[in-house]
């Protein structure tokens, strides 16, 4: 499975911005996604989760009622509302199979894409 993540960018405090994580690969409506993010000087962090079915979800406690993850045939997306500046991070989305939704850790995930930078300003 090949990833490719987009739709990063600038923008202000309250506002939205929708992230894609494209997939290339027979099965990828076989794998489990999710979505991490690395601010400036801090290990990476879970932010979301979604099952193979796209049936359940999961979300970091910071971004719950604010980002929500979905996906369809080929592409998961991260819907994000409400930024806030702590938001700010290189965002990356990633898939496993091993399991139908994948866990809350990076090696709970095999294939990563490469990030996308989001940037909230007050």
């Known amino acids: 499975v090949q990833l490719q993540a987009s739709g990063g960018g600038s923008v202000q405090v309250g506002g939205s911005l929708r992230l894609s994580c494209a997939a290339s690969?027979?099965?990828?409506?076989?794998?489990?996604m999710g979505w991490f993010r690395q601010a400036p000087g801090k290990e990476r962090e879970f932010v979301a989760a979604?099952?193979?079915?796209?049936?359940t979800t999961n979300y970091a406690d910071s971004v719950k009622g604010r980002f929500t993850i979905s996906r369809d045939k080929n592409t998961a997306y991260l819907q994000m509302n409400s930024l806030k500046p702590e938001d700010t991070a290189v965002y990356y989305c990633?898939?496993?199979?091993?399991?139908?939704?994948?866990?809350?850790?990076?090696?709970?995930?095999?294939?990563w894409g490469q990030g996308t930078q989001v940037t909230v300003s007050s």
């Open positions: 690969g027979r099965t990828f409506s076989s794998y489990g």
């Open positions: 990633a898939a496993d199979g091993r399991t139908a939704l994948p866990g809350t850790r990076s090696y709970d995930y095999r294939y």
């Open positions: 979604i099952s193979w079915t796209g049936g």
